[in-house]
T-cell receptor, first 113, second 112 residues
Framework: KAGVTQTPRYLIKTRGQQVTLSCSPI?????VSWYQQTPGQGLQFLFE???????NKGNFPGRFSGRQFSNSRSEMNVSTLELGDSALYLC????????????FGPGTRLTVL | QKEVEQDPGPLSVPEGAIVSLNCTYS??????FMWYRQYSRKGPELLMY????GNKEDGRFTAQVDKSSKYISLFIRDSQPSDSATYLC????????????FGKGTLLTVNP
């Protein structure tokens, strides 16, 4: 079974721009979660989607948003980028029938200049 | 007080040593406990997944959960240089809450 895939793997943007990251979950997994990983704060939860609905949300500003499509693929968007948004953005998928074990993709490394 | 505390290390051991990694937590609602391994520039890889208190063994890895003390551990027996990575504990309360709360991670180096 293919794992979680994320595109692109690397991105460089400038302050004020917006960015869209994509995640394809493991086949059959319907829950997709997004996390931000930085050296200072570690891994922090952004939001979780199931059946195209956001079920859980972390403590991030409204500049961070996401959506999920009917095929369970998900995107997250960050608008008006700030230097502090530079991070590794990780997507994790979960099968609801297998408990809430979450399997992570390789991440998208975003650098904001 | 952070919800999950984890000693960041770094921890350096010789090959073959037994490694003990630990996390403490403050939220008594946590019921599911996970350990992830993350190699440099890679995504976290799920190593162990346990529910409530008790022990779980998988090969060279043993996970222990003591809910009364709010303390979880991961033991690695016969450590190998390929075990060199950052180890992250994670936990959540279950149900429809899929938010994982992570420790900061412990950087482990196993020296040949």
């Amino acid at each position: 079974k293919a794992g979680v895939t994320q595109t692109p793997r690397y991105l460089i943007k400038t302050r004020g721009q917006q960015v869209t990251l994509s995640c394809s979950p493991i086949s059959g997994h319907r829950s997709v979660s997004w996390y931000q990983q930085t050296p200072g704060q570690g891994l922090q939860f952004l939001f979780e989607y199931f059946s195209e609905t956001q079920r859980n949300k972390g403590n991030f500003p409204g500049r961070f948003s996401g959506r999920q499509f009917s095929n369970s693929r998900s995107e997250m968007n960050v608008s008006t980028l700030e230097l502090g948004d530079s991070a590794l953005y990780l997507c994790a998928s979960s099968s609801l029938t297998g408990g809430n074990e979450q399997f992570f993709g390789p991440g998208t490394r975003l650098t904001v200049l | 007080q952070k919800e999950v505390e984890q000693d960041p290390g770094p921890l350096s051991v010789p090959e073959g040593a037994i490694v003990s990694l630990n996390c403490t937590y403050s939220n008594s609602a946590f019921q599911y406990f996970m350990w992830y391994r993350q190699y440099s520039r890679k995504g976290p890889e799920l190593l162990m997944y346990t529910y409530s208190s008790g022990n779980k063994e998988d090969g060279r890895f043993t996970a222990q959960v003591d809910k009364s003390s709010k303390y979880i551990s991961l033991f690695i027996r016969d450590s190998q240089p390929s075990d060199s990575a950052t180890y992250l504990c994670a936990m959540n309360s279950g149900g429809s809450n899929y938010k994982l709360t992570f420790g900061k991670g412990t950087l482990l180096t196993v020296n040949p």
